[in-house]
């Protein structure tokens, strides 16, 4: 069974900075386009970044080029850097396949307050 833990959520205050990472141990990992998943409270999960098997990226629209996605084939990793963090962007983060192949993890809490 494939068991995805991802980390680095926390509690910061607006403007702030945060890098989730998460490992996904799938055989085919080299080979598979990645993303972050993010569910806000109320809303249906949404896309946050995908990532090629050779480094092409996309963003959801709302991320306004604060965020940034890196993969590490070797490692099996997916890191998400998170700038200039926004209130609306408190959720729940996951980490993926682009068309969600592999068990949910229970994801890593983002908080964005004063």
């Known amino acids: 069974q494939v068991h995805v833990v991802e980390s680095g959520g926390g509690f910061v205050q607006p403007g702030a900075s945060l890098s989730l990472s998460c490992k996904i141990p799938?055989?085919?990992?080299?080979?598979?386009?990645m993303a972050w998943f993010r569910q806000i409270p109320g809303k249906q999960r949404e896309l946050v970044a995908t990532?090629?098997?050779?480094?092409?990226?996309t963003y959801g629209a709302f991320v306004d080029d604060r965020f940034d996605i890196f993969r590490d084939n070797n490692k099996k990793t997916l890191t998400l850097r998170m700038n200039t963090l926004r209130a609306e962007d408190t959720g729940l983060y996951f980490c993926?396949?682009?068309?969600?192949?592999?068990?949910w993890g229970q994801g890593t809490q983002v908080t964005v307050s004063s």
């Open positions: 993926n396949t682009v068309d969600a192949s592999v068990p």
């Open positions: 990532i090629a098997t050779g480094g092409q990226t």
């Open positions: 799938i055989t085919d990992f080299d080979l598979t386009r």
